[in-house]
């Protein structure tokens, strides 16, 4: 059962241009999300969250936002970088028992890739 | 130290041998987290350990995986039995508690696991 999916496993943007990333859950328990970046060799590296309360977090070029009804997020990204190329993951997670609970669901991963 | 530290970053094994992946978190942290990606797959969780509590082991695919952590500190994964599906990068993370910071945690570079 995944439970946060990325239906696109890869995106081809030109420098300069937004990149759009998707991302959809299912669990509408979830409270908090956020995006991962990975390159080739290393480990995930933290790029913005989101909490449920909001529906819009603005980070520099990064803006993520969430759509609760629909359980959708999207992160931005614009201008777009030849150095933002790598994998994008979405994560999620929520509250348990009032007490915040850090174990992440991830996504399966977008391949993004800004050309010059 | 100054990350997230695992220990080996590769490590290829005959099918039906035993395997240890070590993890260092950052000092201090109390709460640490093993993932494993498998190729074209997200992120899947394995286990979840915070402080003194009982571990979370709710992702582990079988009972031939184990994990422990010494001290608060130090977490080996351990696979017993390797079977070619376990080939994967196994990832270890640490968070400073059990909520989900703004930051959300911090990887390691991984573990790639080939059982051949």
């Known amino acids: 059962d995944q439970q946060v999916k990325q239906n696109s496993p890869s995106l081809s943007v030109q420098e300069g241009r937004i990149s759009i990333l998707n991302c959809d859950y299912t669990?509408?328990?979830?409270?908090?999300f956020l995006w991962y970046k990975k390159y080739p060799a290393e480990g995930p590296t933290f790029l913005i969250s989101?909490?449920?309360?909001?529906d819009k977090n603005e980070d520099g070029r990064f803006t993520v936002f969430l759509n609760k009804s629909a359980k959708h997020l999207s992160l931005h990204i614009v201008p777009s970088q030849p150095g933002d190329s790598a994998v994008y993951f979405c994560?999620?997670?929520?509250?348990?028992?009032?007490?915040?609970?850090?174990?992440?669901?991830f996504g399966q991963g977008t391949i993004l890739t800004v050309h010059p | 130290g100054a990350g997230v530290s695992q220990s080996p970053s590769n490590k290829v094994t005959e099918k039906g041998k035993d395997v240890e992946l070590r993890c260092d978190p950052i000092s201090g942290h109390t709460a640490l987290y093993w993932y494993r990606q498998s190729l074209g797959q997200g992120l899947e969780f394995l286990i979840y350990?915070?402080?003194?509590?009982?571990?979370?082991k709710s992702g582990l695919p079988s009972d031939r995986f184990s994990a422990e952590r010494t001290g608060g500190s130090v977490s080996t994964l351990t696979i017993q039995r390797t079977q070619q599906e376990d080939s994967a990068v196994y990832l270890c993370a640490s968070s400073r508690g059990a909520s989900v910071p703004n930051y959300g945690y911090t990887f390691g570079s991984g573990t790639r696991l080939t059982v051949v």
């Open positions: 989101i909490s449920s309360i909001k």
């Open positions: 669990n509408s328990m979830f409270d908090y």
């Open positions: 994560a999620s997670s929520f509250n348990a028992g009032g007490t915040s609970y850090g174990k992440l669901t």
């Open positions: 350990f915070q402080g003194n509590s009982a571990p979370d």
